[in-house]
């Protein structure tokens, strides 16, 4: 499985942009207009495509997909 | 008019007569634990704030079709009918008063939707009656339609939710029909069940604590989901004074929408701010008046942290009164949050001591002012606001006046 | 009273959109192209249908009034509605049963409280003020626009939205027992104070009076009360204008039974007023449907119109009208 297609598809449905558009090192926030809802609905996506649990704390880290892939791999290893 | 609060009833984790209430929450005691439904590995939060017993009901034993409606309804009719003893109202001879009942909640008889999804998934045949029952008693207004049929009273009615705020907003809808002259008598509160849709969603949200609830602490980590209700008793003050004692009075209320998001707080608390003004302008009172503040007080990083903020903005950093928070006591009972904060409040200013936020450890730097920590403390009672923060940014402020 | 005041308080905008087209069982649905491109000003913010529906219906207000948006922030919101996000509540519940509680999605949690509706149409219009959801049943509507009535009057607010707005859904269908058709609506009327020569002159719909009562005696729907009720309004506000007085009635009992009923406390009210029974119930929007039908009748045959629901104990009247004859 190829973890970081996976996360960059998860994104692109909530983001409402084409995978291949879309740029991993953008900010959620800043630049796709993403709320708080939206960050929780990534990290709940993630938790459940690939059956891990991130801690809480870990939330305010994910600001884009590169970081989503890097916390992600971090559980996923485990 | 002059607004007194006559009478109050609660069914809550923390007892359902006024004493046995004060006493627990004087006691320092936390009414949440492992709930049973929810201890399995598909919850990372096992803890919640439950009404274990069914012992509130008997005060209904005498009434008519209690078990025609859902819990949230009996719940209800219970307190109501404490209420309405403990204004020294007979129901019985209310005939020509005209009374309003203004309700409060967050999810209404969700217990009904919840049976309702069980049976369906079930997807027996033989369900389809108690289906059908409980569908036709699951919109909001059965909860107040259940108070005049369970207690043989003629009633009017408005049931508001507004979610977290609803205690509140039912107090200020209240009062609006009091000087309006729509009512004699009006019956204010919320009420709310214990739900697996709301555990299920704060859960997912992050922001259920795995133990305490610890607002205006530096390591809080987030609410305890509880249950409830209460109600007081508004009416013209002389009025009262003829028939009863009354606890206190309502002095001022301000309900303003934060119109920023439907979970976050404003993260200026800029509603709040709004709503409090307006509730002190209202009560035609100073803000250094304030004596004590009954906080909305979740536990959750945001909440506290922004609460904390408003009262700087409003009363000054060195200013601010104490202000503590009894969701850490009770957890968050949703819609009846606010009634309850509002009837501990006239207990507070009764008995002249403020209920502590238990469970602190080390105060938040944000927190500057006097949370009353852990312990109860003596201070003069004479006026307190109680405040209320909820999804969709929905805010609320009353004041209250000591008898 | 309204005849010896400068100002009254007017209905001076009204949208409203109904369910067409019949689902599967008997209720008519409010169609996708009515809402499916309504996008917030944020485009990544989530809404459930019913939201939607409501803030397409609001920004369909908004744009055939012209409304000044910058007032607007200031309205005070009174939202009816029977059922609210009952659809979302369920659909949440049903994921998390039948999958799992890990598996729901959190930005559909919101959906679940029921002043949802209401608190997504304040957030999208920086509406800063009070902000009610009524949840009365079929009356809902119909009280929502008396309480936001007598909050203009109380100087709570200046300006005020009100109406309604439900759904229809497996819940629904299962708790209906209605008999009458049934359909999903949304309406939304603007309601402020103006001077009474710009109320004639544009014939906007003044409301005159609001009240809501219990009429159950002894448990049983008494035609007394109605007609106490009835009388009282009439005497209050309309003496002398018995002949230019309809009522249109609304409720959830079976026609013959409800007919029995109003006219005979109709006639106990000691009044000659005809009466008009609606045959299609809205839910909570019940009532705000049966207002917009007035607004936008190019001809009304009386002066005042008595609009009654009665959902279960509580009977609400609102009185209005478009054209009261001068003193």
Known sequence: MNIEKEIKGIISEIVGIAEDKIDTKASFQDDYGLDSLRALEILAAVENKFGIVIDPEKLSEMVNVDNVVRIAKEYINV | MDIAISGMGVVSTAGYELEDFWNYLYGGNISYGVVDEFNNPNYRVHIGAVIKDNMWRENLTDCENVFEYGRASQYAASAVLRAFVDANLDRMSLKDTRIALCIGTTMGEVDYEENISELLVKDDANDLPDIKKMAYRYSSDNIAEGICDMLGIRANYYMIPAACSGGNYAIALGEKLLRANKADIVIAGGVDVFSRVAFTGFHRLLTLSPDYCRPFDKKRRGLVIGEGCGFVVMEEKEQAKKRTDIHGCLLGAGVKSDRYHMVSPHPDGDGAYRAMKEAIQTAQIGK?????????????????RIEAHVLQQLFGEENIPPTSSIKSMLGHSMGAASILECIASLLMMEKK????????????????FNCVPNTPQKNKMSYVMSNSFAFGGQVGSIILKGK | MYLNIDNVICITSSECYVGKEKSGDHACVIDESYYIYYQGENKSRHFDRISKILLTGMSKLCDKYNLNMEKLK????????????CNSIHTFDSKALNDSPLSVNPIHFPDTVINSPASQLSIEYKMENENFT????????????GIAYESILSKATEIAIAGG?????KI????????????????????????QDEARQKSYIQIISYVSENVKKDCILSADIISEVLRKQIEENLKDYEQKIEIFVSSLLDETDEKHLFEEAVKKSGFDIELHFN?????????????DKIYKKSKLDCSFQILLNLNKSILSCLIISRNPPVS
């Open chain 2, 353 to 368: 001591i403020m209920l502590p936020t238990v469970n602190l450890i080390e105060k938040d730097e944000c927190v500057t």
């Open chain 3, 165 to 169: 707005v439900d759904e229809w859904g």
């Open chain 3, 279 to 291: 045959n299609k119930i809205y839910f909570g929007a019940t009532g705000v449907v049966e207002v």
């Open chain 3, 74 to 85: 200031t309205a005070g919101i009174y939202l009816g509605t029977q059922y609210s996000s």
């Open chain 3, 134 to 145: 009524i949840s009365n049943g079929l009356n809902a509507s119909l009280d929502a626009i």
């Open chain 2, 288 to 304: 250094d008046d304030i004596d004590y503040i009954s906080a909305h007080g979740t536990g959750t990083s945001s909440n506290d």
């Open chain 3, 172 to 195: 629904q269908s299962y708790g209906t027992q209605c008999k009458k058709e049934v359909a999903e609506a949304v309406g939304l009327v603007l309601l402020e104070e103006v001077k």
